[in-house]
Nanobody, 116 residues
Framework: QVQLVESGGGLVQPGGSLRLSCAAS????????MGWYRQAPEKQRELVAD???????NYADSVKGRFTISRGNAKNTVYLQINNLKPEDTAVYYC??????????WGQGTQVTVSS
């Protein structure tokens, strides 16, 4: 079993910044990728960014240049630096962990609200 614990969400004004963190614990050997998804009200969950065990990163077009994904030295922690926040970034952000075979795990989600 894998547990994912997220932190760092909150209420921010447009143009502000946040840093989300996600720590994985449990059976975390052989991770394929960790990343962040988000789900806004009445919208489908979408990939924001992920980082593979090789270090390759992938971003949604809507966040390129504003969001940066990185991981800790132990590679079971992932961060999402969010800059120049926009109202349309408002969503619940979920941490995700994938194995090459055997499925994926989700965190409980952290709310990000961008409003003046």
């Amino acid at each position: 079993q894998v547990q994912l614990v997220e932190s760092g969400g909150g209420l921010v004004q447009p143009g502000g910044s946040l840093r989300l963190s996600c720590a994985a614990s449990g059976s975390v050997f052989g991770i394929y990728a960790m990343g962040w998804y988000r789900q806004a009200p009445e919208k489908q969950r979408e990939l924001v960014a992920d980082i593979r065990s090789s270090g390759i990163t992938n971003y949604a077009d809507s966040v390129k240049g504003r969001f940066t994904i990185s991981r800790g030295n132990a590679k079971n922690t992932v961060y999402l630096q969010i800059n120049n926040l926009k109202p349309e970034d408002t969503a619940v952000y979920y941490c995700n962990l994938k194995f090459p075979v055997g499925g994926q795990y989700w965190g409980q989600g952290t709310q990000v609200t961008v409003s003046s």
